[in-house]
């Protein structure tokens, strides 16, 4: 099983400052099959970024992610308002599918 | 629109069976794998279970091997998810996803609570 790590756990941050989340794979993750999606309290997850550094329709363009093998980042510059939320990372490359246990991204 | 509707969730005792469906609309079912995922009250998103478009192959988390079986009924664009010899453990929401580029969850169910106890 590919297990994913995620740094911090909470991130506190004042609007408009940017947000570098960091997933770290225990393996490789193959093809960057790597996604990241946004969760708030109550709500389902939304997909953000798929294959590492797509971002899904309707995304703004202040996030984005990169990297491969088994270290990728998402990065929100100018955080606004609504972009307090939970974020997790997934791989999909491999059976099973894993999540990362999140990160927290909070009103400083 | 897309939508994916779930039902069935409730409470139930340990050791006991629920039936999950999903109803989905929207777009082509047929021709898409769907997945379930869960999430434990509090706690991170686990994948549980996918099935290919056409139902030939079935993957599963390796906790719920030998007591869930995931299926769907393409000509009722609906995806099932049978749960037998439930646990406390599987306490969770448990939401229907349409996987896209490879695994990827594009849209989600609403979600629906199912609760393992006496």
């Known amino acids: 099983e590919n297990v994913l790590t995620q740094s911090p756990g909470t991130l506190s941050l004042s609007p408009g400052e940017r947000a570098t989340l960091s997933c770290r794979a225990s393996q490789s993750v193959s093809s960057n099959y790597l996604a990241w999606y946004q969760q708030k309290p109550g709500q389902t997850p939304r997909l953000l970024i798929y294959g590492a550094s797509t971002r899904a329709t309707g995304i703004p363009d202040r996030f984005s992610g990169s990297g491969s093998g088994t270290d990728f980042t998402l990065t929100i510059n100018r955080l606004e308002p609504e972009d307090f939320a939970v974020y997790y990372c997934q791989q999909y490359a491999t059976s099973p599918f894993t999540f990362g246990p999140g990160t927290k991204v909070d009103i400083k | 629109e897309v939508q994916l509707v779930e039902s069935g969730g409730g409470l139930v005792q340990p050791g006991g069976s629920l039936r999950l469906s999903c109803a989905a609309s929207g777009f082509t079912f047929s021709i898409y794998w769907m997945s379930w995922v869960r999430q434990a009250p509090g706690k991170g998103l686990d994948w549980v279970a996918n099935i290919k478009h056409d139902g030939s192959e079935e993957y599963y988390v390796d906790s719920v091997k030998g007591r869930f079986t995931i299926s769907r009924d393409n000509a009722k664009n609906s995806l099932y998810l049978q749960m037998n010899s439930l646990r406390a453990e599987d306490t969770a929401v448990y939401y229907c996803?349409?996987?896209?580029?490879?695994?990827?969850?594009?849209?989600w169910g609403q979600g629906n609570l199912v609760t393992v106890s006496s």
């Open positions: 996803a349409r996987p896209v580029a490879g695994g990827s969850y594009d849209f």
